[in-house]
């Protein structure tokens, strides 16, 4: 993404952002023009209680009160505003996966060369599989690609409601064996293929990792969840205790299902990841939550949940973090060093598997 393609007064913005995330955490707060923002022991981290409170003046609208398409716009601009200067990487190229069901759109960031192929990530972007795209996640993903020193693949799967479940799992695990067939090609490591993504895709990741070991023919060596969506059909208590103002919203999760669940079951684990019976001899998981999500506790379910079933898995929760951080990397550098501690644990894991000893 280029910024070019802002208009002045969303450069303006950013750079306001920008110089304001600059600031001591006190004076930060006081600009909020409300108290320090604590629930239920957590603390809101003084640069997201501020961009919250931007967003709302500067016109923020709940995506569910918008049409899919202008969802997706509205999304897209707003990603492009705070994205910031990309970040540098060793190549990034524009591809076409040619798959058994429809071509993809993807993206191929590659680190900076090194004596041994370095990991692949397939990625696959949030937005509760009916937003989201190549670009609405580009710096998250040349974050991870710097400071996981991997390769990744990040896929444009079918959305809905034009494209409803399964598609968009049936194009992620397309895109998997895609790449797993031509990895080698892409100059990764052929035996090294993780799979991960955030909120949507972190729910598309897990149904993958469950259906790869099941069925076959390969499986992901790990599996990076950020903040995923896990399961539709049991409230749990962070969805209440955050179900407004803090950027994804109950009325927004709601939205995102009708769309793309309609009436399917939801029970169906390849909708609710954390419903699936057998969870053992699963790739290690990175489970990432944020304090302040509605979803976190689903999340945090499942990595408890695997953990029981044998299945080596990571927790690290944000404490003071919304949903969707990862997004915010060029205008939070609180988000950024978050996506880098990530990237870093991502490595650390793949580097282990490498050398036979992945570890929980």
């Given at each position: 993404?280029?910024?070019?393609?802002?208009?002045?007064?969303?450069?303006?913005?950013?750079?306001f952002?920008?110089?304001?995330?600059g600031?001591?955490p006190?004076?930060?707060?006081?600009?909020?023009?409300k108290?320090?923002?604590s629930?239920?022991?957590l603390?809101?981290?003084?640069?997201?209680?501020?961009l919250?409170?931007?967003?709302?003046?500067?016109?923020g609208?709940?995506?569910?009160?918008?049409?899919?398409?202008?969802?997706?716009?509205?999304?897209?601009?707003?990603?492009l505003?705070?994205?910031?200067?990309?970040?540098?990487?060793?190549?990034?190229?524009?591809?076409?996966?040619?798959?058994?069901?429809?071509?993809?759109k993807?993206?191929?960031?590659a680190?900076?060369?090194?004596?041994?192929?370095?990991?692949?990530?397939?990625?696959?972007?949030?937005?509760?599989?009916?937003i989201?795209?190549?670009?609405?996640?580009?710096?998250?993903?040349?974050?991870?690609?710097?400071?996981?020193?991997?390769?990744?693949?990040?896929?444009?799967y079918?959305?809905?409601?034009?494209?409803?479940?399964p598609?968009?799992?049936?194009?992620?695990?397309?895109?998997?064996?895609?790449?797993?067939?031509?990895?080698?090609?892409?100059?990764?490591d052929?035996a090294?293929?993780?799979?991960?993504?955030?909120?949507?895709?972190?729910?598309l990741?897990?149904?993958?990792?469950?259906?790869?070991v099941?069925?076959?023919?390969?499986?992901?060596?790990?599996?990076?969840?950020?903040?995923?969506?896990?399961?539709?059909?049991?409230?749990?208590?962070?969805l209440?205790?955050?179900?407004?103002?803090?950027?994804?919203?109950?009325?927004?999760?709601?939205?995102?299902?009708?769309?793309?669940?309609?009436?399917?079951?939801?029970?169906?684990?390849?909708?609710?990841?954390?419903?699936?019976?057998?969870?053992?001899?699963?790739?290690?998981?990175?489970?990432?939550?944020?304090?302040?999500?509605?979803?976190?506790?689903?999340?945090?379910?499942y990595?408890?949940?695997?953990?029981?079933?044998?299945?080596?898995?990571t927790?690290?929760?944000?404490?003071?973090?919304v949903?969707?951080?990862?997004?915010?990397?060029?205008?939070?550098?609180?988000c950024?060093?978050?996506?880098?501690?990530?990237?870093?644990?991502l490595?650390?894991?793949?580097?282990?598997?490498?050398?036979?000893?992945a570890?929980?």
């Open positions: 993404m280029s910024d070019s393609a802002l208009t002045l007064l969303e450069r303006l913005e950013h750079r952002a920008r110089t304001l995330m600031l001591p006190k004076l930060l707060v006081l600009l909020s023009g108290p320090p923002v629930r239920h022991g603390t809101l981290h003084p640069e997201l209680q501020l919250l409170v931007l967003r709302e003046r500067l016109g609208i709940a995506l569910s009160s918008l049409a899919p398409g202008e969802a997706r716009r509205r999304l897209r601009r707003e990603s505003v705070h994205a910031g200067e990309p970040i540098a990487v060793g190549a990034v190229r524009e591809l076409v996966l040619e798959t058994a069901h429809v071509p993809l993807a993206r191929h960031y680190p900076v060369k090194s004596a041994q192929p370095r990991p692949l990530l397939v990625f696959l972007h949030g937005g509760g599989f009916v989201g795209d190549l670009d609405t996640h580009d710096s998250a993903c040349r974050l991870l690609c710097r400071h996981a020193d991997l390769h990744v693949l990040a896929v444009d079918r959305l809905a409601p034009e494209h409803p479940f598609a968009a799992l049936e194009d992620a695990t397309a895109a998997f064996a895609w790449a797993c067939a031509h990895a080698e090609a892409l100059g990764a052929p090294r293929i993780a799979v991960g993504g955030d909120s949507a895709g972190g729910n990741a897990a149904a993958l990792s469950q259906l790869t099941r069925e076959g023919p390969r499986a992901p060596v790990a599996q990076l969840l950020l903040y995923p969506a896990m399961d539709r059909t049991v409230e749990r208590a962070s209440g205790h955050f179900a407004e103002g803090f950027f994804l919203t109950r009325a927004d999760i709601d939205w995102f299902q009708q769309h793309y669940t309609g009436s399917a079951d939801c029970s169906d684990p390849r909708i609710s990841p954390l419903l699936c019976r057998e969870l053992s001899g699963l790739p290690p998981a990175l489970v990432i939550t944020a304090g302040f999500d509605p979803l976190r506790d689903e999340g945090e379910a990595a408890s949940a695997l953990q029981q079933a044998g299945t080596s898995a927790l690290r929760r944000f404490d003071g973090f949903h969707g951080f990862a997004n915010m990397v060029g205008v939070s550098q609180a950024r060093d978050a996506v880098v501690e990530i990237a870093s644990m490595r650390h894991l793949l580097d282990g598997h490498a050398s036979g000893t570890r929980s």
